[in-house]
């Protein structure tokens, strides 16, 4: 348990789409070999996040010059990410040390082309020709993630349900052996079922690759089955973060306390829907202070002039929050 | 309300206290395989669904288990093979153009994806107002207008001014589900079919979304047929939901939600209850999976009970002989040779 | 509401063509010809005086005499080439017209039923499109004109109807394939249970999702028949008259050795540019029909993204 090791270090991360800011500038840590997850609702920013890290934003986004995001290579080697140059990022780090298993609802994968083809495809995008060794490291991977290989190499998107396509992004993403694997909402669209499948196989996947997941969902529920540590984000800042079990059963901000109240609860039949009151923000106008005060039970006054910073209470426990501020 | 405007179910009779009878529906579909080959399947193999009057009913069920195209026969839009769909007593596919055209207004649709169900080249205030205009339910464009804010508001949509004069693209998943609400709730139809209707929004915003839905039901007393593959969304309905559960186009098992989640039956039901995302971690270890495999394709539902090949307690009769559902207690039907 | 909503629609237009140099230039180019147009029928243009021959009335040279009419020259009638070419603009944007309207009007209506309605009805209409299609369009537009008794070759309403008559098959074709893969989408089934009937589903709700690739294809069509038209007087098919580019490029050949000396060089120069305006603009606004009837697209041109 001592030697734990942060593997990605993200501190003041601010991006911006035009003259939006999207994140205002957060800071988290991954440690190596645990599943941290990041979770809030759709626009807050989680995705962006990922995109920063693997270096993928779009060309109307711009990250804050004061950015820094480290990734520990191993003891020796510490790589301040966003500082690399392109090429250099592509060749050793985009998909040989981190890499990215990407929404399968959202047709992530190239219809006209074959499931081989995506393999090579990707294979010799990141410089490697060798077409044997491609294959059977595609039959490998596909044999791992419990799909027939013979069966789906030769397959259309077109052809495959949702959670083979998911599995076959899974597959995708661990093609060059990386260290660290981004989840982009993994189950998203998947049939309940499925859902319990994959994340049961990215579970196996992570013990037998010795892999360290960051993953990004909506859907707390869906963290209490697999993550260690959890981080809620909303309107791009982090306002909570804590290991699993202080989130689930001691959650402090009210936003988190919201998120946990809207999964129903098995065998509960309340007659009163508990709901986050309100609407999520406009980006473009965010409300003056604390960005949830709009739609917090507790606000007071100070909710409503000034932001919380985010501080550490005990442990790994972080909250941005003014009630908790003494 | 206003003069002209028809409450479109308060007439409604209601037979055998049922809103919409589905009778023993059978859907055929048949694909091209190959250049020249056909292979047919029945996407929904003999099912029965009744909606009583004024109530929800689940229907929940996997990709492949045939729970939309049941939902769309109920409302014509699509012909079954085999079966009758019954409203106020009478078969939807044989009625008289002017019975017709009443079951037509008070059956409505809310689809899945937010995205694909609203015209994306008009506004929201548009669209509503259209459906009034079209079927002559105001008198004027001032009292057309009246209603549709009201409906507006009611679905979540605050203020109504703020969202007349806006296209599709500019709204968020949740807002445009809102939207679809309100327009399939303007006619103030007695039967609402809602397909995943909130499968495809953030988790958060599932309740209010559900919350909405329940209220405005309850205003104008419409029964609703609720399809998802989320059977705990049905809890927000009450402990007394009636639900049904399919598998590959046959109903394996019904009854109320309260009893179904305390002690489901079916095992593939069992399977289904044991997925459910818990938000608590300890209960991680503690569920396991009980199904073998991937569900099969349609096209290749195994010989005997749909289950038989994934199903931990198959046994040799499983295999050889449909299971019937039968009803086992007062309001519990299950199909399966454990229980025959 | 009318007003606050035509002025926001100018406005919009107006940012939309202001966006780069090519829109500007194209809606200058067409707001010229149709306000020459307007003029001619007006009576606000001179008529054509009347004809000479011989040597030294054909083909003359620039001169200032009159002005402007006589800036590029006389033609083959000794008559003032600009002003020529000038009343010839209202007959040729009126075939134009006319030809793309119909061409687009049976085309868009076709595809629609034939699409939508599927069964008998797309058997039936999809055997009249394939034959449509087969046939040489321009071949057949050839021998129609051919034929035709000499009243008829100048009446635009002809014109537009044989070259429109093969022309709106290819846009069917494409118009039902558009309608066959947007009739499974949701917002049709909602719209069958609001009870709309087959053709508000049609030419309401599936006909505005194709608004922008329907206007576009207007345009388009027009540059088609411009074409046709020049063509056909370029082959020697219509009667000769100077407002008629096509004839005067065909004049400037034959009877001006156009292709051999300076002579006639303004005279088959002139008509032939005229002309290629016209289509750079059409195609240009073709462009940009996309914009004006994409809300999505609209609301970001607005905002200045």
């Known amino acids: ?326 | 309300m206003h003069a002209g405007f028809i409450y479109a179910n308060s007439e409604v009779k209601i037979v055998d206290n049922n809103v919409i009878e589905a009778k023993n529906i059978k859907v055929v579909f048949s694909v091209r395989k190959g250049l020249l080959k056909r292979i047919k399947f029945a996407a929904v193999d003999k099912v029965s669904v009744y909606v009583p009057r004024g109530s929800v009913v689940g229907l929940i069920g996997e990709s492949g288990s045939g729970k939309t195209t049941l939902g769309k026969v109920t409302l014509a839009l699509i012909k079954p093979t085999n079966g009758e769909v019954l409203f106020q007593g009478k078969n939807i596919f044989k009625m008289s153009e002017k019975e017709f055209r009443y079951y037509r207004l008070n059956a409505q649709y809310i689809p899945q994806d937010p995205y694909a169900s609203i015209h994306p080249f008009k506004k929201i205030g548009d669209i509503l107002i259209d459906v009034l205009k079209y079927h002559r339910l105001a008198n004027s464009y001032k009292e057309a207008l009246e209603i549709v804010k009201d409906v507006m508001g009611k679905a979540g949509l605050n203020p109504p001014e703020k969202y007349l004069d806006k296209y599709p693209f500019q709204l968020s998943g949740g807002e445009r589900q809102r939207a679809s609400i309100a327009r399939a709730l303007i006619l103030r139809p007695a039967y609402i079919v809602a397909d995943e209707p909130v499968t495809m929004l953030d988790a958060s915003l599932k309740s209010s979304i559900i919350k909405t839905l329940r209220d405005m039901l309850y205003e104008i007393h419409s029964s609703l047929l609720f399809i998802t593959h989320e059977i705990s969304l049905l809890q927000f309905f009450g402990r007394n939901t009636l639900i049904n559960v399919m598998y590959l186009g046959k109903i394996v098992e019904s009854g109320c939600i309260n009893d179904i989640l305390s002690e489901p039956l079916h095992p593939y039901t069992k399977a289904l209850i044991a997925a459910i995302p818990i938000a608590d971690p300890k209960s991680r270890e503690t569920r396991k999976l009980i199904l073998k495999g991937i569900a099969p394709s349609p096209l290749n539902r195994p010989g005997g009970c749909v289950l038989s090949d994934r199903c931990p307690y198959a046994m040799d009769i499983c295999r050889k002989e449909e299971p019937i559902l039968k009803e086992i207690e007062s309001g519990r039907r299950v199909a399966c040779n454990l229980y025959a | 509401m009318s007003l606050s909503t035509t002025l926001s629609t100018l406005r919009l237009v107006s940012r939309i063509y202001t966006k780069s140099p090519s829109t500007i230039f194209s809606l200058i180019v067409i707001t010229l010809y149709t306000v020459g147009a307007l003029a001619t029928v007006l009576g606000l243009v001179p008529p054509l005086p009347p004809a000479k021959g011989g040597w030294e009335y054909i083909y003359q040279p620039p001169s200032a005499r009159d002005f402007p009419w006589y800036i590029l020259g006389t033609d083959f009638t000794g008559r003032p080439l600009l002003l020529a070419i000038v009343r010839g603009i209202s007959t040729t944007l009126a075939v134009a017209f006319l030809s793309a309207v119909i061409t687009v009007t049976i085309g868009v209506a076709l595809g629609l039923i034939s699409g939508y309605l599927g069964g008998i009805v797309d058997e039936i209409f999809s055997i009249i499109i394939n034959v449509a299609l087969t046939i040489p369009t321009y071949l057949l537009a050839l021998i129609l004109v051919a034929t035709l008794p000499a009243e008829l070759k100048t009446n635009i309403l002809v014109l537009a109807g044989i070259l429109s008559i093969t022309a709106w098959a290819s846009l069917a074709r494409a118009v039902r394939a558009q309608t066959l893969s947007l009739r499974k989408r949701e917002f049709i089934d909602v719209a069958k249970t609001l009870g709309f009937s087959a053709w508000k589903i049609m030419f309401d709700e599936i006909l505005r999702f194709m608004a922008p690739f329907i206007a576009m294809s207007l345009t388009l069509a027009m540059c088609n028949a411009v074409y046709g038209y020049t063509g056909l007087a370029f082959l020697g098919l219509m009667p000769i008259s100077s407002e008629n580019w096509g004839i005067q490029i065909y004049m400037a050949i034959r009877a001006g050795g156009a292709l051999y000396s300076d002579r006639a060089i303004l005279a088959l120069w002139s008509p032939i540019i005229t002309i290629v305006l016209l289509q750079y603009a059409l195609i240009n606004i073709a462009k940009t029909m996309e914009a004006i009837f994409n809300p999505a697209l609209r609301v970001s041109y607005i905002k200045g993204e």
């Open chain 1, 1 to 326: 348990m001592n030697t734990i090791k942060p593997l990605i270090e993200v501190r003041n991360l601010g991006v911006s789409y035009l003259n939006i800011k999207v994140i205002s500038n957060i800071d988290f840590t991954v440690f190596k070999g645990e599943v941290f997850a990041l979770v809030g609702e759709s626009g807050c920013g989680k995705s962006t996040a990922a995109n920063a890290i693997l270096r993928i934003l779009p060309e109307i986004a711009s990250i804050d010059p004061t950015s820094i995001i480290t990734y520990h290579k191993d003891d020796l080697n510490s790589l301040n990410l966003l500082a690399m140059d392109e090429q250099v990022f592509s060749r050793e780090i985009r998909w040989r040390e981190i890499s990215m298993v990407f929404q399968g609802a959202l047709n992530s994968l190239n219809p006209v082309i074959k499931i081989r083809d995506h393999f090579t495809e990707t294979a010799r995008a990141h410089g490697i020709k060798d077409r044997k060794w491609i294959l059977d490291r595609a039959r490998e991977l596909l044999e791992a993630v419990k799909l027939d290989p013979d069966r789906v190499l030769n397959l259309y998107p077109i052809e495959m349900s949702g959670g083979m396509k998911q599995r076959t992004l899974i597959a995708l993403a661990l093609l060059l052996n990386p260290k660290f694997v981004i989840l982009d909402e993994p189950t998203t669209a998947l049939d309940v079922l499925i859902q319990r499948e994959i994340i049961s196989l990215l579970k196996d996947l992570k013990n037998k690759f010795n892999l360290t997941y960051m993953l990004i969902t909506h859907d707390i529920a869906l963290v209490a089955d697999i993550a260690d540590r959890i981080a809620i984000m909303y309107a791009g800042r982090i306002v909570e973060e804590a290991d699993i079990y202080d989130i689930f059963y001691k959650p402090l901000h009210p936003y988190t306390q919201g998120l946990l109240m809207s999964v129903p609860k098995l065998g509960e039949f309340k007659e009163e829907i508990v709901t986050i009151p309100g609407m999520p923000p406009d980006y473009r106008n965010l409300p003056s202070g604390c960005k949830f005060h709009p739609r917090c039970p507790y606000a007071m006054d100070i909710c409503r002039k000034e932001e919380p910073p985010i501080i550490k209470l005990d442990r790994e426990r972080r909250i941005a929050c003014w009630i908790h501020l003494r």
